[in-house]
């Protein structure tokens, strides 16, 4: 007797593996490429690294963040002699990089998905899907083919790591809790830790979690209610409150700063709310045309009475408000904008950074991702008839567009 759910369960797996080679030859091209923007600014200092004692210093002389950024800095020095011959063994480890994450990435939905109650051929598709149009994703490639961002990459890759580890501690948590608690506590405080130590937006692991509990998870029987909401204060209410309130305190800008940027905090997260659905439209078209580095300038929002403004802020107002609400009865629809926002939360809002940068969506894009695989690979025979042509086709369209980058 031939075990189909088996064979469904290869063809995801090898057809998630076929996709990574082809996202390696998609990338490939661009290991040719120059330094750019801050890559000199920030790593300039591996010209003077040579020995243990200067790859400290330099490891230790950050300044891309609060944090210093001393993980990621340290696989810099790694490579310190690669600096003077050009950015392609910086390119190569960043591409590689970016692969293993779409590994972790695909085993963290495997074991989300599994928590659906689902069987595992059904989520290793779903996960396959997820993660195979992630990892192709040309509004993604700027956090890999700029040098420095590899912060960017080296933090999703422990938040991931640090999601994973709770997720599987999670699956656990009604035949051992107390031993799943310690499990979930130290995968978020470690995850979290070396997330931020290659870059701040580590710090959203806890709100990422947060919206996995408030939309596909249910609380476990196996402890008292008490007890549970106790953890959830500590390890994931508590985190989110303190980042929303240091956001708050940002609002108003020194002279200085907003003469630098050109805009103040309001004005900020006003302009922001226009380019969330840029970044948006641009996830689902791809045109290698619209991506990348070099882009005008956004304008500036100044008054919430801006007709643009004013749709886009109450576009997700609406949206964030119906998700709270609806949490429980659209539970993958609730993901897709919670966690979207989520990543968000940091680069997005009020902190004086520069207004738009494609990678900031790397992974505040996973949340939809496997809200839309889930959505059309567990759902009705229709929908999987339709998920079998749209997805395979829209994966040949973003590979074309990426080797086109």
């Known amino acids: ?34 330094y750019q923007l ?25 300044e891309g963040g609060p944090s210093g950024r001393p993980l990621a800095l340290a696989t810099f020095a790694l490579q310190a002699e690669s600096w003077e011959k050009g950015p392609a063994a910086f390119l190569v480890v960043n591409i590689l990089i970016h692969l293993l994450n779409a590994v ?27 993660a195979a149009t992630w990892v192709l994703m040309p509004l993604l490639s700027t956090a890999t083919l700029l040098v420095v961002q590899r912060m960017t990459s080296l933090s999703a890759m422990f938040v991931l790591l640090g999601l994973g580890a709770y997720l599987l501690a999670r699956s656990r948590i009604e035949s051992a809790p107390s031993r799943a608690l310690v499990g979930l506590s130290v995968s978020l ?30 609380r476990p029987t196996s402890m008292p209610l008490r ?23 940002l609002f108003s800008y020194s002279d200085s700063t907003q003469a630098r940027r050109g805009f103040n905090g309001w004005e900020r997260a006003l302009t922001e709310t226009r380019i969330l ?29 801006e007709p643009l403004a004013l749709l886009a802020s109450a576009a997700w107002m609406s949206l964030a408000v119906a998700a709270v609400l609806w949490r429980r009865r659209y ?17 997005s809002t009020t902190v004086p950074l ?39 086709l829209f994966l040949l369209v973003n590979a074309y567009f990426l080797y086109s980058f």
Not at 41 to 59: K, P, Q, R, T, W
Not at 227 to 249: E, H
Request: proline share 4%; glycine share 6%.
């Open 189 to 218: 405080v470690v995850g979290t830790a070396l997330a931020t130590l290659c870059k701040e937006s580590g710090l959203l692991l806890p709100v990422f979690v947060l919206v996995l509990e408030a939309t596909l998870l249910r």
């Open 104 to 130: 972790i990435l695909a085993w963290c939905l495997y074991r989300l998905a599994l928590l659906q109650a689902l069987d595992s051929h059904r989520a290793a598709t779903i996960a396959s899907a997820a």
């Open 227 to 249: 007890r549970w909401r106790l953890w959830q204060s500590v390890f994931l209410f508590l985190p989110c409150i303190a980042l929303l309130a240091f956001l708050a305190t």
């Open 38 to 62: 801050d890559d000199v600014a920030n790593l300039g200092g591996l010209a003077y690294v040579e020995d243990m004692a200067s790859a400290a210093d330099f490891i230790l002389s950050g």
């Open 277 to 305: 659905w840029l970044y948006v439209f641009k996830a689902v078209v791809g045109a290698p045309g619209q991506l990348g580095i070099f882009q005008d300038a956004p304008r500036v929002s100044r008054s919430l009475f």
């Open 331 to 347: 539970p993958l629809a609730s993901l897709a904008v919670l966690w979207y926002l989520a990543g968000h939360m940091l680069e």
């Open 354 to 392: 520069e207004l738009y940068f494609e990678h900031r969506n790397y992974v505040a894009v996973v949340g939809p991702l496997f809200a839309i695989a889930g959505f059309l690979l567990a759902g009705s025979p229709r929908l999987r008839r339709v998920a079998a042509a749209v997805i395979p």
């Open 1 to 34: 007797m031939i075990d189909t759910q088996a064979i469904q369960f290869r063809i995801a797996v090898i057809g998630f593996f076929l996709v990574l080679v082809a996202a390696w030859f998609c990338y490939r091209p661009a290991i040719g490429g120059a």
